[in-house]
């Protein structure tokens, strides 16, 4: 028999670690080729990992929660003898970095009884930046292995004390979103009656686990528009009732945020307009496309028709679209509208945008912003979605906000935040009468767009919204 060793990949998005969130296998498992043995996250994306070739499960050599540098030794596999040397680290890098979200038709991949050649990788994202990141692994496993690369010599105990260890073919089933909320609420998915089709654990099976047990709730499956400058909401270790602080480690979409904002902050000089008008005759349109049976099926509400009322202003105002390129000193016109949508999921904040949303009609600007929503909500938000994006809306009217003073998201000329609709008294034809009402915030790259433009720009959307017609004149 020969001890083969799988080291961390670097899984394509310029990173030199990644924190391993869940372990699928434990020592004594079979596993073959392709199989998926684990869920590491980077600051981007959360990735389920395939081992290269087939084997026993020798040694797991970190814990989870483990933060690993790419390129070492994270799994050892016992195969026959003769098997092939090691395969090179990136044997199995541009499977995890390429591959989008592949499921089988209840949306899992084979595990618990499917053949594990049919698993193919997924990448679930969350907030996106070009700055890499470097720390130290926090803990590692007793019996790593020495630098001469060689594994332990006797089989390590396993190192996975939170969950219960179950025969390979009965682990239950269940999503990696549903895993790491289970993992966050400390609960045993073996413990979970599952109610989704074919035996799946779901979110709500998790949820009526967690209260049961009279555990904390985690934060709601829901996804809403949110300001990509608010935190993601962190869960918090339970605390003696006498604690007077909690400490939490800034790492994961966290950090990440943080990092990204605070350099935003600190090199676009930010100017923020505000704008309040009468989006009644918005609302009505709206109503009237929801019951148009040319539109029948698609996801019309007010943020399509804002959607729209930005690329029509961009079109009017083509150099709010724009970069700027500080090795060149060079102010890049874009000539292309990656429409970002910032949104608010279980795993964070994510921003991903809608590619060439300029060149897309009503009906296909509300099908993309449904898949966004559907991906965002489902965890399966690749990296690839959240990059490249120009311009970026965030609606903190869902959480009753009248509006705010968003920060651009890296990269990007402007951001627009949209505050609630509500009914006000508002003049209208020279009488108090009740309207509904919004509050736009634009933020704007000072650097690029000026005070005439910037107003120029918002005035333009707020007209649209004010005089939906303007959708057709305009265009």
């Not at 920060?407 to 627009?416: M, Q, T, V």
Request: proline share 8%; glycine share 8%; net charge negative.
């Amino acid at each position: 028999m020969t001890i083969r060793e799988f080291k961390m990949p670097d899984v394509g998005e310029g990173l030199t670690e990644a924190e391993i969130l869940k372990w699928y296998v434990q020592p004594g498992d079979t596993v073959t080729d392709g199989q998926v043995v684990c869920e590491v996250e980077t600051a981007k994306a959360a990735v389920e990992l395939p081992i290269p070739f087939d084997g026993v499960v020798h040694a797991l050599l970190f814990e989870e929660g483990t933060t690993v540098d790419v390129g070492q030794v994270i799994i050892s596999v016992q195969t026959e003898a003769g098997a092939a040397a090691e395969a090179p680290v990136q044997e199995a890098a541009p499977a995890v970095a390429a591959a989008a979200p592949v499921a089988d038709q209840d949306g899992l991949a084979g595990r618990g009884g499917r053949p594990a050649a049919a698993r193919q990788p997924v990448l679930v994202g969350y907030g996106v930046s070009t700055a890499s990141t470097k720390r130290r692994p926090r803990k590692a496993a007793a019996g790593a292995p020495a630098q001469n690369g060689t594994a332990p010599a006797a089989p390590a105990a396993p190192v996975l004390p939170a969950v219960p260890a179950q025969p390979a073919g009965e682990r239950p089933l269940a999503k990696p979103p549903v895993r790491k909320l289970a993992k966050d609420l400390g609960i045993d998915l073996a413990s979970v009656v599952p109610t989704g089709d074919g035996g799946v654990v779901t979110r709500e099976d998790v949820h009526a686990a967690a209260a049961a047990a009279l555990a904390p709730q985690a934060v709601p499956a829901e996804v809403a528009v949110a300001a990509p400058s608010a935190a993601p909401a962190v869960q918090a270790a339970e605390a003696p009732a006498s604690a007077r602080e909690t400490r939490i480690p800034v790492k994961g979409v966290r950090k990440v945020t943080a990092q990204a904002m605070v350099g935003s902050a600190f090199t676009a000089p930010h100017v923020t307009e505000f704008i309040t008008l009468d989006v009644t005759r918005t609302m009505k349109l709206v109503q009237e496309l929801k019951d148009d049976p040319d539109l029948a099926g698609l996801r019309i509400n007010p943020l399509l028709l804002i959607a729209k009322a930005v690329l029509v202003a961009i079109r009017r105002n083509p150099d709010v679209n724009a970069s700027w390129d500080e090795a060149a000193q060079e102010i890049v016109l874009k000539h292309y509208v990656n429409l970002g949508i910032a949104a608010a999921t279980p795993r964070g904040l994510i921003v991903p945008n809608i590619k060439d949303a300029h060149a897309k009609t009503l009906g296909e600007l509300s099908a993309s912003l449904s898949e966004l929503v559907a991906t965002a909500r489902d965890g399966k938000t690749s990296p690839a979605d959240m990059q490249n994006g120009t311009i970026t809306i965030t609606n903190v009217g869902v959480f009753g906000v009248d509006t705010g003073t968003p920060i651009l998201n890296p990269g990007e000329s402007a951001i627009l935040a949209v505050g609630a609709i509500k009914l006000q008294p508002w003049v209208h034809k020279g009488k108090v009468k009740p309207r509904q009402v919004t509050t736009l915030a634009l933020s704007f790259d000072h650097r690029l767009i000026d005070g005439e433009l910037g107003s120029r720009f918002l005035a333009d959307i707020a007209a649209v919204l004010e005089h939906p017609r303007r959708l057709i004149t305009w265009s």
